[in-house]
């Protein structure tokens, strides 16, 4: 779990935990994240000015920034999310073969 005020560029990964960060990003930031089976949450300001790609090959996706919407193929599992603010300067991956991403604005 990372709790930080403001942050820079974060890459992180896990085979089979939760990974959870909570905070505000920099200007210009790029936010990796990937988890082989555990959950992903994520908690930003609503505002913040990102682009936001999202996918789960197993797992679900939820996204309450205003205007995001999750895609869930027709036949089989997963899901994905494709996001961009109107102002985004920050790139953010996520990745979750078989966890949730839960993507908080707050």
Request: proline letters at 6%.
């Amino acid at each position: 779990r990372i709790d930080g005020t403001l942050m820079e560029d974060i890459e992180l990964g896990s085979v089979s935990g939760t990974i959870s960060v909570v905070g505000t990003l920099h200007p210009k930031s790029d936010v990796e994240i990937e988890s082989r089976s555990g959950d992903i949450q994520l908690s930003l300001p609503a505002n913040t000015p990102a682009s936001i790609e999202a996918e789960t090959h197993s797992g679900d996706i939820r996204c309450n920034f205003p205007g995001a919407r999750v895609k869930k193929p027709e036949h089989g599992p997963g899901s994905s999310l494709d996001y961009t603010h109107e102002a985004a300067t920050c790139d953010i991956e996520l990745q979750s073969f078989s966890g949730t991403i839960k993507v908080e604005g707050n």
